[in-house]
């Protein structure tokens, strides 16, 4: 079974910054998919962004110039950078792997960001 951890949350203020950590319990090369997932107080768990396993990354535009998600193959470990942070970024940020052949799945807990006005 597969693992993830998030970590980094944590409380600042509007125009803040976070950095965001997923250490993966196995080899990330493996995953064909890697992506960050946000779900506000209230809402539904929605995309922010991802990283496929040739390099190419995609992000909703509402965090596109703020938000900067990368790996290191070598720690096993995905990120997120989260500057000029915004009260609406706040909730709960979820970390998500995936490979396709075989197909499979996998979340973290996620790790809670509050940003305050």
């Known amino acids: 079974q597969v693992q993830l951890v998030e970590s980094g949350g944590g409380l600042v203020q509007a125009g803040g910054s976070l950095r965001l950590v997923c250490a993966v319990s196995?080899?990330?090369?493996?995953?064909?998919?890697m992506a960050w997932y946000h779900q506000a107080p209230g809402k539904q768990r929605v995309f922010v962004t991802s990283?496929?396993?040739?390099?190419?990354?995609s992000y909703v535009d509402s965090v596109k110039g703020r938000f900067t998600i990368s790996r290191d193959l070598s720690k096993n470990a995905l990120y997120l950078q989260m500057n000029s942070l915004k009260p609406e970024d706040t909730g709960v940020y979820y970390c998500?792997?995936?490979?396709?052949?075989?197909?499979?799945?996998?979340w973290g807990e996620g790790t809670q960001v509050t940003v305050s006005p």
């Open positions: 990283i496929h396993s040739g390099g190419s990354t």
């Open positions: 998500n792997v995936q490979s396709l052949r075989p197909f499979s799945d996998y």
């Open positions: 196995t080899e990330i090369f493996r995953f064909s998919h």
